[in-house]
């Protein structure tokens, strides 16, 4: 075929038409589960905490999370006498085999498990380039591994830590709350197999849910509130030297 | 006519532009993903990836469909509300074709002192021991059961089960 000038002014959108139409298929939706009824958070009972790891060894096996690396991990924090602002804080290998025992006595001590706080207003999910990282309709702050660049953008925005390079895709990587089992109704590895009960799932748009009642009515806390992340992960019983 | 014929240069300039514009939309539709800006700026076909990734805990609703005789013992005791999996790992493959995965023997040595091991840091409440002194070396589960471990329920359980009476 002879392509004139004239002929490919026609072809070239139609070409574009085409490619959008075959290439890009439709998005499957998740089976009786609506984004927009839910909004997740996670409540954590520090009153409760027993500093195990056994949440941190089951995010590793549930998200195949790489050796040394941490999608939530375990504190100790010792506040020896009143300065609640110089704790000492420890967290051998993320506290996923448990903590040796504290040296000194007096004081107080604790553990403090972290997470990503899946914050609606996040730093991280602002910083991105190119669209890779965003906080989904149902309050999960999620990394696209297809999109993401691994320019370490978020993981330096991030006020808590939180994200790392994994260096298996060497994309951004994070906590997803478990969102491929909140999507079918179990919760997070870490609330499943926490023995205390310190990790409780929240969906905070379901007023009949007894942890949502919980914080409605008891005294909790976000982790930096003065950043104004929005975060939603809250804990009970926090002591003012945590970070 | 005269004019037009002096303006050709700004024909070929648009002509440029248009030729831009198409290319552009063009390479926007092959690269951009359909599903980018769906719910927001991100490629909305992202939460559908990541809401399929295969489940490792079945979760102790899964495992209480079948090990009901588990679920009664635990159920009375003090673990009552520590899920299978804490011990006993990830058994998502176990309960989709149990042939397929047969859960690990326990090593009582490691998981009981894992949560019960005297640390300072722990709750007050919390059972704790110093496993070196408590002992003497007898492993844990000889005296406390694991399902349900305080060890005058265990009595009454033992003692229940040889003579038959559920009660």
Redesign the interface.
Known sequence: MNITRRRL?YL??A???A??SL????????PN?N?TDHWWGLLMDI????????CVQ?CQ??NNVPDGYFRTWVE???VADWSIENPIVDSPDGGK???P??ET?GGK???VPKMCNHCADSPCTQVCPV???????DGVV?V????CLGCRYCIQACPYGCRFLNPETNTASKC?LC???I??G??T?CC??????TRQLVDLKNPNDPVHKFIETHSVQVLKPHLATQAKVFYYGLDGSVR | MANLKDAGHLFRMAAVF??GI??F??L???FV????G????????????????????A??GTCESCHIDVQEVKSKGVHA???C??CH??LAKHADDPTALQPPKLDVAVLCV??H???????KA?PQVVSAEHSGGVVCDTCHKPHSPRIADADTASAENPSGDSK
Request: hydrophobic share 40%.
């Open positions: 002014l070239l959108p070409a574009a038409i490619w959008d290439i890009a298929g439709a998005p499957e939706a998740a589960y984004m009153t409760k905490c027993i500093g195990c790891g056994t089951a096996a549930e100790r924090y010792h085999h448990g903590f025992p504290l006595e001590s604790f553990y669209g890779a990282t965003f906080v989904s309709p999620l696209d591994q297809k999109y997803t969102y491929h089992r999507n079918k179990l919760t590895a499943e197999t926490c023995p205390t009960g | 248009v030729v198409v290319l939309l063009v926007r539709g092959i993903p359909r599903s980018f769906q719910y927001g700026h991100y490629r909305g076909a992202a939460l559908a990836e990541i809401a399929s990734k295969p489940i490792m805990f979760g102790h509300r520590v899920a999996e804490s790992g990830p894992r949560c091991e005297a640390n300072l840091a722990k709750p919390f």
